[in-house]
């Protein structure tokens, strides 16, 4: 496993040049650019600035590891749905020429106040995400569907949407929501996607009501190798919240290693 970050909300203000400088000098390996921040990763770029995004990053010890987008298919609105499909599909392109291995999508939210049925909304969701899977497959980019949203973060209802989607391209990024632990525990959310997961997001490892240590140990009896991503609340000491995180990823692995 790999310890990268999210640009929400530490690096949002930080530009390509500063995240790099960031995350190598304080032991982070990866990172995710979300959409509308600083970084100004974005569909808009032309060929050429494309093109010395992914030479920043490959002439670096950090890895983009992915692109996250806010594309979602919950609505109930055919043509909204196509929107962030097509949009979904832009955004693998964009990937691609800056050298990203995946993109990030979401669900976020049913649509049973306007009359739907979640069944109906979680298949739709999936027959979204094995289109978007499709043709990300072709261009060699993984779609990792996050775990989100207030009624579509639980584990059971994207078990739901990864089964109607039912395309080998279409994975889990896991997102240690509270919603995942059950009398202290996570393995019954995890043995519903474990299988799937390709990449991690994390709150702050301080915070304490999360399991972090039967997660990590979760993931390596899956024998996960991808990134685990911090997302840390802004801080006018960012320098010195990561490297807490840091040294709280060490200790954790540590005592794994000590049969912990």
């Not at 964009?94 to 939210?109: F, T």
């Not at 059971?156 to 080998?168: E, N, S």
């Not at 996960?224 to 990561?242: A, V, Y």
């Amino acid at each position: 496993m790999k310890l990268g970050t999210v640009t929400y909300n530490l690096a949002k203000d930080w530009n390509v040049d500063k995240i790099i400088e960031m995350c190598s000098h304080h032991g982070f390996e990866g990172v995710e650019l979300r959409t509308t921040h600083a970084h100004g990763v974005e569909v808009t770029l032309s060929a050429s600035e494309r093109a010395a995004v992914r030479k920043k990053f490959q002439n670096s010890p950090v890895a983009l590891a992915g692109l996250g987008s806010a594309f979602e298919y919950h609505s109930p609105d055919p043509k909204e749905v196509r929107r962030n499909i097509e949009g979904t599909k832009e955004y693998a392109r964009l990937a691609v020429d800056v050298g990203a291995p995946a993109i990030k999508v979401r669900p976020n939210g049913l649509a049973r106040d306007k009359g739907v049925p979640e069944e109906t909304t979680l298949r739709q969701i999936g027959e979204s995400l094995a289109e978007c899977g499709e043709d990300a497959a072709s261009l060699g980019i993984e779609v990792r569907l996050e775990v989100h949203g207030h009624d579509t973060c639980i584990p059971a209802r994207v078990r739901k949407m990864l089964d109607c989607a039912d395309h080998p391209n279409v994975f889990v990024c896991w997102n240690s929501n509270p919603t995942d632990v059950e009398d202290g525990s996570i393995q019954k959310s995890f043995d519903l996607l474990g299988d799937r997961i390709s990449l991690v997001h994390m709150r702050d490892l301080c915070v304490s009501d999360y399991p972090w240590l039967e997660l990590f140990r979760l993931l390596r009896e899956r024998n996960f190798d991808g990134f685990c991503l911090t997302e840390i609340q802004e801080s006018e000491q960012p320098e010195r919240i990561m490297d807490y995180c840091k040294a709280l990823w060490d200790a954790y692995h540590r005592i794994l290693d000590m049969g912990g």
